[in-house]
């Protein structure tokens, strides 16, 4: 079985911050990345909902 990969709380806020700020696509982030979609959009949403608060 394959291990899961772990991430920085920065790589995480760089792939997010492609989507959101550079307008990249989650396919072209998480092709250029190497992380899943799944991870991405979770990633995104977090980062999203981080700056709504602040």
Known sequence: ???RKTYTREFKQRAASMVL?????IPDVCASMD????ALRRWVDQVRKERQKG
Do not use: N, R, Y
């Not at 992380?35 to 799944?38: A, F, I, L, R």
């Open 35 to 38: 992380v899943g979609p799944t």
């Open 1 to 3: 079985m394959q291990e």
């Open 21 to 25: 700020d550079d307008h990249c696509s």
